[in-house]
């Protein structure tokens, strides 16, 4: 069985970095696509970044030029460096793998960003 967990999240100033981990289990890592979504209060969830088996990798436009998705098979992780954070990032933060080994999600991990 396919298992995700993130961890990283919390409060941080706005312009401040959070780095969010998102550790997996069950699954030919390497295989799969990882991304990154997240839900703010109120709103649907949103993909924010991810990286596909091969490396591509594709960001969203409010994480351009400020967030880095990275992964690691040998630790089967994958990582987001949020940099310049500002209150329209507060949210809870999901990772997903996604591929040949299916489909699974994360419980989240809870950013927020204060002024």
């Known amino acids: 069985q396919v298992q995700v967990a993130e961890s990283g999240g919390g409060l941080v100033q706005t312009g401040g970095s959070l780095r969010l981990s998102c550790a997996t289990s069950?699954?030919?890592?390497?295989?799969?696509?990882v991304g990154w979504y997240r839900q703010a209060p109120g709103k649907q969830r949103e993909v924010v970044a991810y990286?596909?088996?091969?490396?591509?990798?594709n960001y969203e436009d409010p994480a351009k030029g400020r967030f880095a998705i990275s992964r690691n098979n040998d630790k089967e992780e994958v990582y987001l460096q949020m940099n310049s954070l500002d209150s329209e990032d507060t949210g809870v933060y999901y990772c997903?793998?996604?591929?040949?080994?299916?489909?699974?999600w994360g419980q989240g991990t809870q950013v927020t960003v204060s002024s």
């Open positions: 997903r793998l996604f591929g040949r080994d299916g489909d699974a």
């Open positions: 069950g699954s030919i890592f390497s295989r799969n696509a």
């Open positions: 990286i596909t088996s091969t490396g591509v990798i």
